[in-house]
């Protein structure tokens, strides 16, 4: 019964993690496309500048900064939808089944970095071009980010938690 | 036999550098998340004060400016975000008892499984309730409103309508609860894994 209600669980998470993936691909990663390369004016009218202004150069600086956050976002999905299905499977303590839940918290800690710094540089590069005063601060961060972060963290300590757990059943099992 | 022994001495000083780098991540973890569960807390309880009890509603350009606040409306939307904080504040808790835990070297334990399970439990019920309040301060907030303007001292006071329910969601409250579903299947197996090697022992 409880084994039936775990695997009914995982198959929510496994059917939710490939929902959210698909929309994240056309979110952020065409999204990323679009606002680069399709819809010149977007990022333009978000800071309120001349579109002149926007240079190709700047364009593709843009698209190639926030491409590494995109990617490893993307990476994290697919460590998180194949750990579910490993769960899914009843395979939780096997071996094969420890990295990738350290995997999408590395994942994790690295796309929420990536995505601070790429918003950090973009500001760095937009702001100078309108008309406003100087930023208040050097570096910008939001609460978002920090959670996001120590749940990347939380989810390293448990990929490291499972290791051990694993060994405590194999020498378990061992020993009967 | 001497290459048994340096075999099983290795094995044992692996383990132990491993045991203490959980330990020492979790001890950061622990210090870095009680700072965080301070600051979390006094800037969602000054957000849901400001909202209720202060002029700020008026700001949002959806409350008509010559319609009063009443008290009922007040204390409405106060509650409701009470309820995220407090949803919030638990998954904190059950996080903060997992890492304490972990730090304590409780690795598979029955209150290590149970501190996953719960922390994923209540990350889920408080984005799912951010999400779903969300979308109904709006309701409340415009719970009064006429729809006519009006004349006031202040010059003309446009009327605004009232809005019903509508679904808007935040990409970072879906990524927290799938975290959060994440945490608590893990836990929940935990658990399982627990179990059985209690039965595995009581057999022995």
């Known amino acids: 019964m409880r084994q039936k209600r775990i695997e009914l669980i995982s198959l929510i998470l496994i059917i939710g993690l490939s929902i959210w993936t698909i929309y994240y691909l056309y979110e952020v990663v065409w999204g990323l496309f679009e606002v680069r390369f399709i819809k010149l004016d977007h990022t333009a009218n978000v800071y ?9 150069k700047i364009r593709n600086s843009l698209f190639f900064m926030w491409m590494p956050t995109a990617i490893i976002g993307l990476i994290g999905f697919a460590f998180a939808i194949f750990g579910a299905l490993r769960v899914y499977q009843g395979r939780m303590f096997e071996p094969s089944t420890q990295w990738p839940v350290i995997a999408i918290g590395l994942a994790t800690c690295l796309a929420t970095l990536c995505g601070n710094i790429a918003y ?21 961060w939001g609460m978002e980010t920090v959670t996001i972060f120590f749940f990347g963290l939380g989810f390293v300590l448990l990929g490291f938690l499972q290791i051990e757990s694993a060994k405590i059943l194999q020498e378990n099992k061992e020993f009967v | 036999m001497p290459q048994k ?110 501190a996953i399970k719960y922390f994923g439990m209540f990350l889920v019920l ?16 415009t719970w009064n409103n006429t729809g006519e303007s009006l004349v006031t001292d ?32 893990i836990g929940w197996v935990f658990q399982e894994g627990f179990r059985l090697q209690k039965e595995n022992e009581s057999f022995v």
């Not at chain 1, 309120?48 to 190709?56: F, K, M, R, S």
């Not at chain 2, 094995?11 to 045991?19: I, P, V, Y």
């Not at chain 2, 408080?126 to 907030?141: E, N, R, Y």
Request: some cysteine; hydrophobic content about 45%; charged content about 20%.
């Open chain 2, 154 to 185: 202040k010059g003309l006071s446009m009327g605004r309508p009232f809005i019903g329910p509508r679904f808007e969601y935040d990409p970072g409250d879906i990524s927290l609860a799938l975290c959060g579903v994440g945490f608590w299947l």
């Open chain 2, 126 to 141: 408080a984005m799912v309730g951010d999400t779903v309040f969300a979308s109904l301060d709006h309701v409340i907030a």
């Open chain 1, 48 to 56: 309120g500048i001349d579109p002149a202004l926007i240079t190709t």
């Open chain 2, 5 to 114: 022994t340096n075999d099983t001495a290795t094995k044992q000083n692996q383990k132990r550098s491993l045991e203490h780098r959980i330990r020492l991540t979790a001890m950061i973890l622990f210090i870095a998340a009680i700072c965080f569960w301070f600051y979390w807390i006094y800037q969602a309880t000054t957000y849901a004060f400001e909202i209720s009890w202060t002029d700020r509603l008026l700001r949002w350009r959806i409350v008509e400016n010559h319609m009063e606040i009443t008290l009922p409306i007040r204390i409405a939307l106060f509650s409701l975000w009470l309820i995220v904080i407090a949803l919030g504040s638990a998954a904190f808790y059950f996080g903060l008892r997992l890492l304490y835990c972990m730090r304590s070297g409780e690795y598979f334990q029955e209150s290590t499984c149970r």
């Open chain 1, 120 to 140: 950090n540089l973009e500001l760095d590069l937009i702001w100078p071009l309108t008309d406003r005063p100087p930023l208040a601060r050097s570096w910008y």
